[in-house]
C-alpha cells in the first residue's frame, strides 16, 4: 500500500508541473482511474539519455517523450554546454513533422535563450541532413533535432549534435546526462517567451547550393523517378535538389507525398519494413520509371529499387552502399571510406582495388562521421554520407541525387544499377548479405537471447564450424567496446555474423554475410541461389541458438 502511495504522489508531483495540457489530462485520468498498472511503467524510471538523445512513446510520465522531459534535457544540454566554455554560443535546433515535434523544439530554443546560450531555429519541417548541415554553416556549437525518425507513429525523440556536425558520443552523452539528473524542478528551468531566431529560407537555399559539390557537372541527368517521402519531411527538398541539377522531375506516391505523423499508410514508416514500399511500386508498375527512390520520415535515409523480370527490387543498404562506393571511385574521389562493422565487408574490397583507405566502426554514423579523412561512409540500414564537408551525417537527399547520377550515366551506356551490381560481384566476389531481426515487447527478451549467445556461443552455423568468436563488449585492438557478438564461419564463403541490440528501435538484430566466388557472368544466378540458400540456414540456427 506504501509503495501505491508513493507511486501516486510521485505521478500527482509531475503533473503539478507539466506544461502540455493534453499529456496532463491524461496523467490526471489515469490518476483519477486508480491506474496503478500503467502508473508504474511511466514511472518506473526516466527515459535515458544515450549517444542517441532520447527516443521513446509520447505521453505523460518520466518513461515517456514530453514536454516536461524535453525541457529537462534542454536544460541538462545548455549546462553541459556552458561547462564546455560555451556561454553565449548558438545552438540551432531542427524538427521533422512528428506530434509535438514543434513544441518540443520551440521549448528547446526557450531553455537555451533562457541559459544564457543564443539559438536559432529551423523555418519549418525539414530533413534532418539540413539540421546538420546548418550547424557548421552557421558556426553553432550544438544543434538538436526533434525526430524519430522512422520508428512508428507514436514516437519522438531527441538527437544532439555538437559543433563539428556529428552525433554525440561518449563522454559527452554521460557528462550530458548528469547534467540532465541535476535538474531540480521545471520552475528552476527559466523559458522565456522570446529572444530566439527563427530562421528563414536562407539556411535551406544554402544546403541547396552546397548539393551541388556532390554532382559531376555537366554529367548525364536522363534517369526516370519514383519518389516517395513516406509521410515524412523529404518531399520538397528531394523536388527542389533534383530540379536544381536538372534530372526529371521524380513522379510522387501521391499518398505518401505529404507529412503526415499518423502514418496512415504504413504500418511502419521505415522502406525496410514489409509492405512499406507497396504504394512506390505500384505507382511503379504504372509510370514505369528506371528506378524507385524513397526517404524515410526524416529524410536522412535512401532506399533504391530497381525492376525485375518479376516486379520491382528493393536493393539491401549493402547493394547500394557498394554501387555509391564504386561511382565516387568512377569519379576520381580520394580519401577514406569508412562503414560499420555490421556492414558488407565488400566496400573494403572495392577500397583496396581503388588504393584508397577503408576502415570500419561502431554503428552509427556518430561513429563514422568521426573518421579522420573521411570521403564516404555508410551503412547498411539505408544511411549514405556522400559529402562529409557538407554534412557528418547520413544525408537521404545527396544519396538520391548521387544514385540519380549513376543510374542517369548507366542508362546513357545502356546499363543498369543491376548490371553494376553484376560487375562488383564479378570483380570481388557475390557478397550476399540478411539480416536476422526480431522486434520485442519485453526487452528482456534482447538481454535473455544475448545472454544465451554468451553463456553457450554456437558450435557451428548451416554446418559451416565457428572458427572465431568475439565478444565485443570487451573491446577490440580497433573498436571500443560495445554490446554485440562476431562470429566467423569456417569454409570458402567468409561467412559472418554480428548480434546486436538496436540501439534506436525494441529490436535484437544480426546482420549474416556469405560471399561465394564468381568464376564468370554465368555462375550469377547459381552463386545468388547459393548464397541466399546459405544464408537462410545460418538464420535457422542462429534462431534456435537464441532461443527464439
Given at each position: 500500500m506504501q509503495e501505491q502511495d508513493d507511486l501516486i504522489t510521485r505521478a500527482r508531483a509531475w503533473l503539478a508541473e507539466d506544461p502540455d495540457p493534453e499529456t496532463a489530462a491524461e496523467l490526471a485520468a489515469l490518476i483519477e482511474a486508480g491506474d496503478t498498472a500503467e502508473l508504474s511503467d511511466r514511472f518506473s524510471?526516466?527515459?535515458?539519455?544515450?549517444?542517441?538523445?532520447?527516443?521513446?512513446?509520447?505521453?505523460?510520465?518520466?518513461?515517456?517523450?514530453?514536454?516536461?522531459?524535453?525541457?529537462?534535457?534542454?536544460?541538462?544540454?545548455?549546462?553541459?554546454?556552458?561547462?564546455?566554455?560555451?556561454?553565449?554560443?548558438?545552438?540551432?535546433?531542427?524538427?521533422?513533422?512528428?506530434?509535438?515535434?514543434?513544441?518540443?523544439?520551440?521549448?528547446?530554443?526557450?531553455?537555451?535563450t533562457g541559459a544564457g546560450l543564443r539559438a536559432a531555429v529551423l523555418p519549418r519541417p525539414l530533413p534532418t541532413p539540413v539540421l546538420a548541415y546548418a550547424i557548421r554553416h552557421l558556426g553553432a556549437v550544438a544543434g538538436v533535432e526533434v525526430t524519430a525518425s522512422h520508428n512508428p507513429p507514436r514516437d519522438n525523440g531527441y538527437k544532439v549534435y555538437l559543433g563539428d556536425g556529428s552525433q554525440i558520443v561518449s563522454p559527452a552523452d554521460a557528462e550530458i546526462a548528469a547534467e540532465i539528473a541535476r535538474v531540480d524542478t521545471l520552475a528552476s528551468v527559466p523559458r522565456p517567451e522570446s529572444g530566439w531566431e527563427d530562421l528563414g529560407e536562407e539556411v535551406l537555399e544554402a544546403y541547396l547550393a552546397r548539393t551541388d559539390a556532390v554532382l559531376t557537372p555537366g554529367g548525364p541527368r536522363g534517369v526516370r523517378t519514383v519518389y516517395t517521402a513516406m509521410h515524412g519531411v523529404g518531399k520538397d527538398v528531394v523536388l527542389a535538389a533534383f530540379a536544381r541539377h536538372g534530372f526529371p522531375e521524380p513522379v510522387l506516391v501521391a499518398e505518401q507525398a505529404e507529412p503526415d505523423p499518423a502514418f496512415p499508410t504504413v504500418a511502419f514508416p521505415n522502406p525496410e519494413e514489409p509492405g512499406a514500399m507497396d504504394l512506390a511500386f505500384a505507382r511503379a508498375a504504372e509510370v514505369r520509371p528506371d528506378i524507385v527512390i524513397a526517404n524515410d520520415p526524416d529524410a536522412d535515409r535512401c532506399a533504391v529499387a530497381v525492376p525485375t523480370a518479376d516486379g520491382w527490387r528493393m536493393l539491401r543498404g549493402d547493394e547500394v552502399g557498394a554501387l555509391l562506393a564504386a561511382h565516387l571511385v568512377h569519379k576520381g574521389a580520394t580519401g577514406v571510406f569508412a562503414e560499420s562493422i555490421v556492414s558488407s565487408s565488400l566496400l573494403g574490397r572495392i577500397a583496396q582495388a581503388a588504393g584508397v583507405?577503408?576502415?570500419e566502426t561502431l554503428t552509427g554514423f556518430k561513429w563514422i562521421a568521426r573518421v579522420e579523412g573521411l570521403r564516404y561512409g555508410y551503412e547498411e540500414a539505408l544511411g549514405y554520407c556522400v559529402d562529409p564537408e557538407?554534412?557528418?551525417?547520413?544525408?537521404?537527399?545527396?544519396?538520391?541525387?548521387?544514385?540519380?547520377?549513376?543510374?542517369?550515366?548507366?542508362k546513357e551506356q545502356g546499363r543498369t544499377l543491376t548490371d553494376l551490381l553484376d560487375d562488383l560481384a564479378m570483380a570481388h566476389g557475390l557478397h550476399a548479405t540478411d539480416q536476422l531481426s526480431v522486434r520485442v515487447r519485453d526487452l528482456s527478451v534482447i538481454a535473455s537471447a544475448m545472454a544465451a549467445l554468451r553463456a553457450e556461443p554456437p558450435a557451428s552455423l548451416a554446418g559451416l564450424r565457428v572458427v572465431s568468436a568475439e565478444d565485443l563488449s570487451r573491446?577490440?585492438?580497433?573498436?571500443?567496446?560495445?554490446?554485440?557478438?562476431?562470429?566467423?564461419?569456417?569454409?570458402?564463403?567468409?561467412?559472418?555474423?554480428?548480434?546486436?541490440?538496436?540501439?534506436?528501435?525494441?529490436?535484437?538484430?544480426?546482420?549474416?554475410?556469405?560471399?561465394?566466388?564468381?568464376?564468370?557472368?554465368?555462375?550469377?544466378?547459381?552463386?545468388?541461389?547459393?548464397?541466399?540458400?546459405?544464408?537462410?540456414?545460418?538464420?535457422?540456427?542462429?534462431?534456435?541458438?537464441?532461443?527464439?
Open positions: 524510471g526516466t527515459l535515458q539519455f544515450g549517444t542517441a538523445g532520447l527516443r521513446g512513446e509520447i505521453g505523460a510520465g518520466p518513461m515517456r517523450m514530453n514536454r516536461s522531459v524535453v525541457i529537462r534535457a534542454a536544460a541538462g544540454l545548455a549546462a553541459y554546454l556552458k561547462a564546455q566554455g560555451h556561454t553565449g554560443g548558438l545552438v540551432v535546433v531542427g524538427y521533422d513533422a512528428r506530434y509535438k515535434s514543434a513544441d518540443f523544439a520551440r521549448d528547446t530554443a526557450a531553455v537555451m583507405g577503408h576502415e557538407g554534412v557528418r551525417d547520413k544525408d537521404g537527399v545527396t544519396a538520391a541525387l548521387l544514385v540519380a547520377e549513376l543510374a542517369s550515366e548507366l573491446g577490440t585492438q580497433s573498436l571500443p567496446p560495445t554490446d554485440g557478438l562476431r562470429y566467423y564461419l569456417d569454409g570458402a564463403y567468409k561467412a559472418r555474423v554480428i548480434c546486436r541490440p538496436s540501439g534506436t528501435e525494441p529490436k535484437l538484430k544480426c546482420y549474416l554475410e556469405v560471399v561465394v566466388p564468381v568464376a564468370e557472368a554465368s555462375d550469377l544466378a547459381s552463386a545468388r541461389a547459393t548464397g541466399q540458400e546459405v544464408l537462410d540456414a545460418i538464420k535457422k540456427d542462429l534462431a534456435a541458438a537464441m532461443g527464439l
